[in-house]
T-cell receptor
């Protein structure tokens, strides 16, 4: 069974640009969550999607957005990039909202110059 | 609110030494608790979990017991190996699938 796939794995952007990251969950998993990982702040919850609806949102500005498609694939978008957005963005999927186990992808490492 | 506090690292141990990584939590109610491990260049993997008080999670020689009275979930292993070198994260599950993670503890095991 294929794991959680995130693309791209690495990308470099400049301040003010926008970026879109993609996540394909494990087949059959319907919940997708996104986390930002930085050395200073650790792992911070961005948002969770289930059945194409955002169910939960963390404490991030509106520049961070996401969506989920009917096949459960998810994308997150960051607009007007800032230097502080440089981070590893991790996607995690789970079967539903009750099983309580997340399966993580390897992440997309974003560098903002 | 929900939060997790775990032992600051880095931790360096010799092979076959005993490992303890402390984790305490603050939560409303009785959340499920988890330990995740991140190997270099990889995403996080579930190591073990416990869903209610006094449950003991175990996997690959690692153990952790859900202690409601001390709001703790300390990770232990009796004899670490070089292959255990990784970053370990304690976490609790809040509403839905929102997880709260500790800051991570880096473990290096030297031969």
């Amino acid at each position: 069974k294929a794991g959680v796939t995130q693309t791209p794995r690495y990308l470099i952007k400049t301040r003010g640009q926008q970026v879109t990251l993609s996540c394909s969950p494990i087949s059959g998993h319907r919940s997708v969550s996104w986390y930002q990982q930085t050395p200073g702040q650790g792992l911070q919850f961005l948002f969770e999607y289930f059945s194409e609806t955002q169910r939960n949102k963390g404490n991030f500005p509106g520049r961070f957005s996401g969506r989920q498609f009917s096949n459960s694939r998810s994308e997150m978008n960051v607009s007007t990039l800032e230097l502080g957005d440089s981070a590893l963005y991790l996607c995690a999927s789970s079967l539903d909202r009750n099983t309580g186990e997340l399966f993580f992808g390897e992440g997309s490492r974003l560098t903002v110059l | 609110g929900n939060s997790v506090t775990q032992m600051e690292g880095p931790v360096t141990l010799s092979e076959e030494a005993f490992l303890t990584i402390n984790c305490t939590y603050t939560a409303t109610g009785y959340p499920s608790l988890f330990w995740y491990v991140q190997y270099p260049g990889e995403g996080l993997q579930l190591l073990l979990k416990a869903t209610k008080a006094d449950d003991k999670g175990s996997n690959k020689g690692f153990e952790a017991t859900y202690r409601k009275e001390t709001t703790s979930f300390h990770l232990e292993k009796g004899s670490v190996q070089v292959s255990d070198s990784a970053v370990y994260f304690c976490a609790l599950r809040g509403t839905g699938n929102q997880f709260y993670f500790g800051t991570g503890t880096s473990l290096t095991v030297i031969p």
